[in-house]
């Protein structure tokens, strides 16, 4: 429209080129029915504005008050609020308001306009931002301010309406949403807190068409701007939803009756200012000293100036676009404003400096004209100084500028239309609505009059009043109601202005709707019943995915989060699946369920249902011993796995065998509580030997640790750490030598006193608080029989093992005996025949001369087990044992001389791709019947550092002679933090070892 504009600008410009095109002369040449022509409508034009503004104001024709004084311009709470004297409250007042655009320019507000019209400046050229911190207290601020200023000489009420439309305030508006960066706010929330600025943008111009007589819509350009055929519609929407709230406001006010029917004096009369900003340039006079004739030989000049062909055009446009969009009819009384017929109602204001708009610009051009002055104006121009220089070249330039316009005549010597000025131009409507002719409007074939009412000034500011609480304040009719937010009914009324300003989310609404079916679709898709919040957040994703190739603009968030929400309640509405995993990290399979309490049966067909967990995994295990083997269901609890299954065989199997009980926990009080979880860490390896020598030796230290252990407290000098788990087989004292020492070893504080107040809820392990026990032992330690009850050529006699797997390995131990003519050999002299050196009695190896008792044999089984109950024995790291016959003849020092996998690939693997492990489950040790102690330290890493090392409540247990025992390990392993699963496929599996050094022998 602007560039359209501009194109017919250029066509009336004298030596443009033909190319041009011209749509806009042609729309000048297309009247409505019952044109008017401008000689007929318009009256003889004076001087333009600004004529005299120096020292004194001509007082216009029609001013009845001639002493009056001019009041200063103030809000319009200031006015409404303020006692007017009683001679001015009896006077008759037409009500002017002005909204609209501005530029960012000086001299481009509309409170200029004011200025311009009253010949005079009433508001000041550089106006202070009062609102400045309006905003600052919140994100939503209203920038929509109401001045007004009453001429009281003239009868005419001046409402200037700033809003965010004018650059100063969108300026605010944007300087207080901050810079542009990480912290500004989402695309969804500005486009909203604009919008929202809109609409009280909207209320405000309800407020002005309900209690002006006359508008005037200011435009910085010379082209409609075709949104406002939008904000009509919407206001006229407005006002229909509104008009109950507005009559209840009023009832009560001294107005007429038409008045409190209609909430309004009159239809108001709406009048369009349009700014050239130096897009339409005429040809100035000849000045003195040129030859006035020069211009003769150019075509004659049309009957219309360029700017009122222009103007022509533009009432032309406007009027067709009103009147396509049904925002005028013909009956002016249904419409939202009115606009004359046979009077004009647009007006173009030539800006620049040569009309003495911007000061700054006519002092600039006065300087460089001054620079280049010539003799003979030096002669017209009078001497002045001060301040009144600048206003005599002002008006002095007004006067030489329009010299041609100054005829009585409406015509020029040229026979060209003088143009009026701004005054001029309102003044003809303003003189219909104190002469009390009002408006008439309407057309067509059976117009009808529109009311009208001219009322006092005391009774505009009661009705006035009313209609600004309710309207801009928001106050209802409730006297209970809060100021400064917007009633209830306002408030649902609001609701209009969204079909006609929103256009943008509107159609991001319906984009977005239409997305959310596809949405959910993909959600969806390929689901199970029931599923996790895993496949949840799967599905969510992928349905986002989709959601975002459709939906657009600013309403994708709000419906991002509907789809959000939609998934979340289709996944929680029978289909939310049990989060709980099992303790080797299988999902329970029953949808979301509550457990049983004490004492409580499973009901299924309760909402939640109440039911135990079940992963429907079974497994086949064996008891304590390994005699006897029996299924098992998925464990969820350490209980579960590491006690009650092995505590429901005993009954059937181990009830009978010799046991070595582990130490638990003993409560001395009725309600003992479990230890907070704080775990302390393990220290380094050398920091372990430093520990163990600050270990207390008197017995008053004992004793006061004792009660402190007894008492449910541990500190860090409690109790020792495991022994060195590098110590294995292999050395002098695993062998027998050095026992002596071993048996001086003083056992350690948490072996001799453990707290009675608290329990440990889970595993013992190197983390855990020193002086905690758990309530049951994940451990077990049986005796099958004695020694000769393992027969070295068939193996063990139990359930489940692969032939050829069920066999101990034989582990050799020196006895350390000493002949008694050995004590008299001389060291320096040959050994005797037969006799061994004495210092290398310590060789493993037998000499010839060796008797047979200085050997005891004994036997060691490393059993692991797999989830179809199938057992076999390892020799070695990762190496199956496999025996044809006759027993095995590999030493088992190797063995325990490694660390031994917790778990390894089973020997038999199942036809599916995932692979199978068997866990290390058991150790066999038979212990021979001789001077000799075998002594069990087990410790169990369950995973890659930082998972703790687990081992039994007594770390240390000496097995007795002659007997078959089985160590039987935990099936699950759990910290404070959770279980230990078992490995991964892509896992390295000897991060998951049972360390070395598990069987010391220690002869007597």
């Not at 504009?5 to 009336?12: E, I, K, N």
């Not at 409580?600 to 497994?619: C, F, G, I």
């Not at 509580?673 to 390896?685: D, G, H, I, L, W």
């Amino acid at each position: 429209m602007h560039n359209v504009g501009l194109r017919a600008y250029a066509t009336l410009l004298p030596g443009t080129p033909s190319t041009v095109s011209k749509p806009l002369c042609l729309n000048a040449q297309i009247r409505k029915p019952g044109a008017r022509d401008s000689s007929a409508r318009q009256p003889t034009w004076a001087q333009r504005r600004f004529r005299a503004e120096a020292a004194s104001v001509r007082p216009p024709a029609h001013a009845r008050l001639p002493g009056a004084v001019m009041a200063a311009p103030v809000s319009l709470r200031e006015l409404l609020q303020s006692a007017e004297p009683a001679a001015a409250g009896e006077e008759e007042l037409c009500v002017v308001g002005i909204f609209g655009k501005t530029a960012l320019q000086l001299c481009s507000e509309k409170a200029a306009l004011v200025s311009t019209v009253c010949d005079r400046q009433v508001f000041p050229l550089f106006q202070r931002d009062e609102a400045a911190g309006a905003g600052a207290g919140g994100a939503l601020a209203d920038y929509n301010q109401l001045q007004a200023y009453h001429s009281a000489d003239s009868k005419v009420l001046y409402l200037v309406l700033s809003s965010i439309c004018d650059a100063p305030q969108l300026l605010r508006a944007c300087r207080e949403l901050g810079p542009p960066g990480p912290g500004q706010l989402p695309h969804a929330e500005a486009h909203e807190l604009w919008k929202q600025q809109e609409k009280l943008h909207c209320l405000s111009l309800l407020y002005l068409f309900s209690v002006c007589h006359v508008l005037l819509l200011a435009h910085p350009t010379c082209a409609f701007d075709i949104t406002y055929d939008r904000v009509f519609r919407a206001l006229d929407g407005l006002r229909q939803k509104v008009l109950p709230s507005l009559k209840a406001a009023i009832k009560d006010c001294p107005v007429g009756k038409e008045w409190k029917l209609n909430c309004r004096p009159c239809p108001p009369r709406l009048l369009f200012l349009f700014q050239l900003n130096g897009a339409l340039k005429v040809d100035p006079p000849p000045g003195r000293g040129q030859d006035p004739c020069a211009h003769l030989e150019k075509p004659p000049p049309k009957k219309h100036s360029p700017k009122r062909r222009l103007q022509h055009a533009l009432e032309d446009q406007i009027y067709r676009i009103f009147r396509k969009s049904r925002v005028l009819t013909n009956q002016s009384i249904n419409c939202l404003f009115t606009v004359p017929a046979n009077q004009a109602f647009v007006y173009i204001v030539a800006g620049g400096p040569q009309d003495g708009e911007d000061p700054v610009a006519v002092l600039l051009e006065q300087l460089r004209s001054n620079c280049t002055t010539r003799e003979a104006e030096n002669l017209l121009v009078p001497t002045l100084s001060g301040p009144r220089r600048y206003q005599m070249m002002r008006h002095g330039r007004q006067q030489l500028s329009f010299h041609a316009e100054s005829s009585s005549s409406s015509s020029s010597s040229s026979g060209q239309l003088v143009d009026c000025t701004l005054k001029e131009f309102l003044w003809q409507h303003v003189e219909l609505v104190l002469s009390k002719k009002g408006f008439d409007d309407s057309v067509g074939r059976n117009p009808q009059p529109s009311h009208f009412e001219l009322p006092t000034y005391q009774k505009w500011v009661a009705t006035a009043q009313k209609l600004y609480e309710v309207t801009i304040e928001g106050k209802d009719d409730d006297p209970a109601s809060v100021t400064g937010e917007l009633s209830s009914k306002i408030m649902g009324s609001i609701k209009v202005l969204e079909g006609y300003l929103d256009i943008d989310t509107k159609f991001s609404e319906n984009r977005c709707q239409k997305a959310l079916p596809m949405a959910h679709s993909a959600y969806q898709s390929n689901l199970p019943h029931n599923y996790t919040m895993t496949v949840h957040k799967n599905q969510l994703a992928q349905a986002l995915r989709v959601y975002s190739q459709h939906a657009r603009g600013p309403a994708f968030h709000k419906y991002a989060m509907q789809l959000h929400e939609d998934c979340y309640k289709f996944w929680s509405n029978g289909h939310q699946l049990c989060e709980e995993r099992s303790l080797t990290d299988q999902h329970c399979v029953h949808k979301f369920h509550l457990l049983p309490k004490s004492g409580e049966k499973p009901e299924a067909d309760r909402n939640p249902p109440v039911l135990y967990h079940n992963s429907r995994a079974r497994s086949t295990g064996a008891c304590n011993c390994g005699r006897k083997q029996a299924p098992r269901d998925d464990p969820f609890d350490i209980k579960a796995a590491n006690y009650d299954f092995y505590q429901a065989l005993e009954e059937k199997c181990c009830g009978k065998l010799e046991h070595i009980n582990f130490p638990i926990f003993q409560p001395s009080t009725p309600d003992p509580a479990p230890a907070k979880n704080e775990s302390s860490p393990a220290p380094p390896e050398g920091e372990v030997e430093k520990l163990k020598e600050k270990e207390p030796q008197t017995q008053g230290e004992s004793t006061s640790l004792s009660l402190a252990l007894s008492l449910g407290q541990s500190t860090d000098s409690l109790g020792t750490y495991p022994a060195d788990p590098q110590g294995g087989g292999d050395n002098a004292e695993a062998h027998g030598q050095g026992g002596e020492s071993k048996n001086e070893k003083r056992p350690s504080l948490v072996d001799r006193q453990a707290s009675t107040v608290e329990y440990l809820p889970g595993m013992l392990h190197s983390n855990c608080p020193k002086g905690l026990l758990p309530k049951f032992s994940s451990w077990s330690l049986v005796k099958l029989g004695p020694a000769k009850a393992y027969n070295f050529h068939t193996g063990l006699d139990q359930q489940g093992f692969i032939p050829g797997t069920n066999y101990l390995m034989p582990w050799d131990i020196t006895i350390r005996t000493r002949p008694e003519e050995e004590g008299d050999l001389d060291t320096s002299s040959w050994p005797a025949p037969n006799k061994a050196v004495p210092g290398k009695r310590s060789a493993v190896v037998m000499g010839r001369g060796r008797r047979r008792d200085d050997m005891a044999r004994a036997f060691v089984g490393f059993e692991y087990e797999d989830a179809r109950g199938r057992r076999f024995m390892c020799s070695g790291p990762d190496k199956v044992m496999k025996v044809m016959g006759g027993g095995p003849k590999e030493s088992a020092i190797k063995a325990l001389n490694s660390d031994m996998p917790l778990y390894i690939l089973s020997s038999t693997q199942g036809r599916g791709l995932k692979p199978h492990y068997a866990q290390f489950m058991r150790l066999f040790v038979v212990v021979p019947d001789a001077p000799l102690q075998i002594i069990l330290t087990p410790q169990v890493q369950p995973g890659p550092p930082p998972c703790p090392v687990f081992y039994p409540e007594k770390q240390e247990i000496t097995l007795p002679a002659d007997g078959l025992w089985v160590l039987r390990f935990p099936y699950a392993y759990v910290t404070e933090r959770g279980p230990c699963f078992p490995p991964k496929e892509n896992q390295q599996l000897m991060s998951y070892k049972v360390l070395r050094g598990i069987l010391k022998a220690v002869t007597q």
